[in-house]
């Protein structure tokens, strides 16, 4: 019955280790393309800088000497990248959950160059005198119009931050919407929590299903990790040639990362609830074992 008992918490840890393993896939790519981590992802990579300076290759803006400096500085500003953040976001929710698409305005751009600018002298790490403002000014919204078209058709090519991430965009945005739909999620929460239910059962005489279950979440935890250890070492190999796959990975990490943190702590909770369910039947033995004694004398 024993032998019974241990081929049947393997054969459900499989299953768990299997649901565990999808759930964790499901959060993870919901987290990297959450707004949070696309911001973080922006100010790491310095991918605003880069695409612009990829969109002003011929343009009369310097990105060298004293306006250059300057023009990097306003890039750099929370202004500029809530900015691209807000269209990156939008760009992903466009071709990830299939949201309306709007493209960079001109003077949306300038709007937000401007606001980058009055930062950049409030913070007072450079001084950007009225002159030098309205020069780069003019010259911004002189390129205005080609950076904008710059700027998006580099998103178009991307395909959302990666060339390469969708090759057919109406299936792709169909079958990553149901992934990462509230039902989704639910439902692998749910597959989870009933194996594990199973598998505290079969094994509760002992309570060893708790720790069962407390290994098999820990082991789908250090996948996870050793898959963001994965991303960190290509994001070192590549850190030097696309912001967009850079930017990618670095998304990717985080979502990798927010996963394995929270499958470590139910890994803990695992752990604690054996612990407190043993303290619980061995109060409850000695009790029993006290009773009689007790009568007798």
Known sequence: MKALKIAAAVILSVVLLTAECIAMGLFS???AFDR???EEAVRETDITGRMVSEAMQESTVSMGGRYGDMVKAVLQTDAMTDFFTDYID???GHEIYGGEYAEVADDELIAAFNK???EVNDSGSMVITDIDGEMIKRAMQAEAPDL????NQQIGTYDSISGDMIEDAADH???????????AKAASLIICAAVCAVIIALMWRNKSGFIWCAAVTALASFIFCGLQF???????DIAASSAAEEMMLSMASKGLASVSIAGLAV???FIIAFIIFKIKDRRNHNEKNTAPSERTA
């Open 90 to 92: 939008n760009a992903i």
């Open 230 to 236: 994965i991303g960190a070492d290509l994001f070192m």
């Open 148 to 151: 904008t078209a710059g700027l």
């Open 267 to 269: 890994t803990v909770f």
């Open 29 to 31: 790519v919901d987290r």
């Open 36 to 38: 949070s981590s696309i």
């Open 173 to 183: 945005n169909e079958a990553v919407s149901v992934m990462v739909s509230r039902g």
């Open 116 to 118: 980058g600018i009055e």
